[in-house]
């Protein structure tokens, strides 16, 4: 495996590749079992894989929040190397955007809302480092965890206007054995919030299970999630919303097409988000 710092280095890399093809796995580091499935993932899709971590501070509103992002370089290189990539690039900020920079890259309507309005900016921030990612790997396939499926979906309309011959792919989300989905953020959690957070899957699932069983009242589904949500008291929900999953747009009344349920809430003073299909014709 290849540890690449800089971008000069990456393009002497990148003139090399003639004939393999590439598969891009953008991350911030931490890396847990979600980003192993993820390189895997790459590993079946392409001949290298190539893994990034950088810790992007323009997608992070408060710059406290920034400061506390978990970061474990060193095993990130090991883990990534173990699940089949041949190139870490850990660029620096100045790598990344250097004084000159004026690339940024306005996100698609399909940004402003959820994640979107509680942390404005972020999807700017993510769409503008993703892009410069793209540009600097220039890679066949990219993949995204589809834990972040706002993110995700921002992401391919970004890529659709920028990089039209760039394959997206979307990754099913990894879950913890007590089905709390993987984030980085979770090791921010004390044991016993840790322990608390597990009512965001069990809400999600029991909704899951009333839709399954032919509950399509987006009112009555919500309400299925929040009967558990509200059992814990220190679990703040931000938003719990049934939307189409193409659009992301919110159902009126019931659902017609298929779904997702996006979630996010703050517990034990951690951001957490979550969601879970909904498939009409599964
Ligand atoms: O999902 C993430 O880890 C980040 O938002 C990404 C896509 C690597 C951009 O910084």
Redesign the pocket.
């Known amino acids: 495996m290849t540890l690449i710092h800089s971008t000069e280095q990456l393009a002497i890399w990148r003139s090399s590749i003639l004939d393999q093809t590439i598969a891009f796995v953008?991350?911030?580091g931490a890396l847990h079992e979600g980003h192993i499935a993820l390189i895997k993932r790459a590993a079946e899709q392409c001949d290298i894989v190539v893994v990034?971590v950088?810790?992007?501070a323009?997608?992070f509103g408060d710059s406290s929040d920034f400061d506390r992002y978990p970061r474990s370089i060193e095993s990130d290189h090991e883990l990534s190397s173990a699940a089949g990539a041949s190139i870490v690039f850990a660029p620096t900020t100045v790598e990344m955007f250097p004084p000159n920079f004026d690339n940024y890259v306005t996100p698609s309507p399909i940004a402003e809302q959820f994640e979107g309005a509680s942390r404005p900016g972020h999807f700017a921030?993510?769409v503008t480092?993703?892009n410069r990612?793209f540009d600097l790997v220039q890679p066949h396939t990219a993949i995204?965890?589809a834990k972040?499926y706002q993110?995700v979906a921002v992401?391919r309309d970004m890529a659709r206007a920028l990089h039209p011959s760039l394959r997206i792919l979307c990754s099913e989300t990894i879950r913890d054995s007590d089905g709390l989905a993987l984030s980085?953020r979770n090791s921010r959690l004390s044991p016993l919030a840790r322990a608390k957070a597990v009512v965001i899957p069990n809400a999600l699932f029991a909704l899951r299970s009333a839709f399954n069983a032919g509950q399509l009242d987006c009112a009555t589904l919500v309400q299925v999630a929040r009967n558990i949500l509200d059992t814990e008291q220190e679990l703040a929900v931000e938003y719990l919303v049934v939307v189409d999953s193409q659009t992301l747009k919110c159902h009126v009344d019931v659902v017609a097409k298929d779904s997702i349920v996006l979630f996010a809430g703050i517990i034990d003073g951690v951001r957490l988000i979550d969601n879970i299909e909904l498939k009409l014709f599964a």
């Open positions: 953008p991350t911030m990034s950088f810790v992007n323009l997608q921030g993510v480092v993703v990612l995204f965890g972040d993110q992401i980085s």
